[in-house]
C-alpha cells in the first residue's frame, strides 16, 4: 500500500493544489494542440488547460451563469483576445487588433446599442 493514498489525494484537492489528469488525444488533436502551443509559446499542458478554458468560457451551461458588469465583459474580453493573439506582433499591433476586437468595425458603429447615440 502506497504512502499517498485517496484521503491525501482529496486533502490536496482541497488544499488547492493543481490536479494531474490523464486524458488520451488522438495523433491529429496531439498535433494541433502542439501546434497551438508552439504559437504561444507554451508547453503542451499549460496549452491543453487554457484551450479546455477556452471551451469552458464559449459553452453555455449552469456553470457559466453568472451576470456579469459589461466592464468586467469587456476586461475578459481583452483577457481572451490577448491570449490568442500571436505572441511575436508588436505591442503596438497587439494593441490595435485588440482594439479592433472590442470596438469593432466603424462602418457598424451606428448599430451598437452599447454606445450612446449622438445626433448627426
Not at 481572451?80 to 472590442?102: C, F, G, H, K
Amino acid at each position: 500500500m502506497s504512502s499517498y493514498d485517496e484521503s491525501d489525494r482529496r486533502h490536496t484537492a482541497r488544499a488547492g493544489c493543481d490536479a494531474i489528469s490523464a486524458v488520451k488525444l488522438s495523433q491529429r488533436l496531439t498535433a494541433d494542440i502542439d501546434a497551438w502551443a508552439e504559437a504561444h509559446n507554451m508547453a503542451r499542458s499549460e496549452a491543453i488547460g487554457q484551450l479546455v478554458e477556452l471551451g469552458l468560457d464559449a459553452s453555455p451551461g449552469p456553470h457559466r451563469t453568472v451576470v456579469r458588469e459589461p466592464a468586467d465583459s469587456e476586461e475578459r474580453a481583452v483577457a481572451q483576445i490577448a491570449r490568442m493573439l500571436d505572441p511575436s506582433l508588436s505591442a503596438e499591433e497587439r494593441e490595435r487588433r485588440t482594439r479592433r476586437l472590442i470596438e469593432g468595425p466603424p462602418e457598424f458603429l451606428d448599430q451598437r446599442i452599447d454606445l450612446p447615440r449622438h445626433e448627426r
